[in-house]
């Protein structure tokens, strides 16, 4: 029987009612942050004025599109709140994020804001970091080689991701290759989130770390509150 609720939408929608007028707002990326985008150009054309800054390329054209005003990460002076989705969350709002093809800015957003929100539905909760996916990690494409034998030396095996036709190679919108990496069960994500960073050639990561200030998750046509202590 197909799903009645459509979880995604919801709990964008729930999201993009948290918008106060006035407010600078990140847009991530995904199809729960499209739904987001779509319900925050509604509530505007109802009157909210709203300034966007997007993680994408993707979603800076459907938020032009939608006659939303975007302005650029150059021109940020301050970020009221971050809104994306994830691919794993945990019990400590640590969260996996990166199969789009964007983790720079996505993090830069996240670190900006002065609360991230993140919207799932229930199949992204996780009890680990890593369990239903592999970890993205962009890297320059030069320097793939030597960083996947440094990621490989903290546990890590991988490969480099392929572009959705499967003919080539994934590039991110600045240009980096992204190699998808497995650690062990019992690798120490907190440690792994720093020693991936300081690895030469790697450009950012999709572990994102005491980043999230809520995550709204959804089931069934309700959205349950977590919110970081
Ligand atoms: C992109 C992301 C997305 O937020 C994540 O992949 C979730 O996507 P979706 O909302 O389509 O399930 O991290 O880099």
């Known amino acids: 029987?197909?799903?009645?609720?459509?979880?995604?939408?919801?709990?964008?929608?729930?999201?993009?009612?948290?918008?106060?007028?006035?407010?600078?707002?990140?847009?991530?990326?995904?199809?729960?942050?499209?739904?987001?985008?779509?319900?925050?150009?509604?509530?505007?054309?109802q009157g909210l004025?709203?300034?966007?800054?997007?993680?994408?390329?993707?979603?800076?054209?459907?938020?032009?599109?939608l006659d939303l005003n975007v302005i650029s990460i150059e021109q940020l002076q301050s970020l009221d709140l971050y809104v994306d989705g994830a691919?794993?969350?945990?019990?400590?709002l640590y969260l996996l994020k990166g199969r789009g093809s964007d983790l720079v800015r996505e993090k830069l957003l996240a670190t900006a804001s002065k609360q991230m929100i993140v919207m799932v539905d229930k199949?992204?909760?996780?009890?680990?970091?890593?369990e239903k996916f592999a970890i993205p990690i962009e890297v320059m494409p030069f320097s793939w080689q030597l960083a996947k034998q440094n990621i490989e030396l903290l546990g890590g095996s991988?490969?480099?991701r392929a572009n959705a036709s499967g003919d080539g190679l994934a590039v991110t919108s600045h240009g980096s290759l992204v190699l998808d990496m497995q650690f062990d069960v019992d690798t120490d994500i907190?440690?792994?989130?720093?020693q991936l960073s300081s690895v030469p050639g790697v450009v950012e990561h999709g572990?994102?770390?005491?980043?999230?200030?809520?995550?709204?998750?959804?089931?069934?046509?309700k959205v349950e509150v977590r919110s970081n202590k």
Not at 11 to 25: C, F, I, K, P, R
Not at 52 to 61: E, K
Request: glycine residues 8%.
């Open 49 to 65: 004025e709203v300034t966007t800054v997007s993680s994408s390329i993707v979603s800076m054209v459907k938020a032009q599109s």
């Open 158 to 160: 991988g490969e480099l």
């Open 123 to 130: 199949t992204k909760l996780v009890d680990r970091i890593g």
């Open 207 to 221: 572990i994102f770390i005491g980043l999230a200030s809520t995550v709204l998750i959804a089931e069934q046509g």
């Open 1 to 45: 029987m197909p799903d009645q609720f459509n979880d995604k939408q919801i709990v964008a929608q729930y999201a993009a009612d948290l918008v106060e007028n006035g407010m600078t707002v990140g847009l991530g990326t995904g199809s729960t942050a499209n739904y987001f985008i779509e319900a925050l150009a509604k509530r505007k054309q």
């Open 190 to 194: 907190t440690a792994l989130d720093k």
């Open 87 to 92: 691919d794993e969350v945990t019990d400590e």
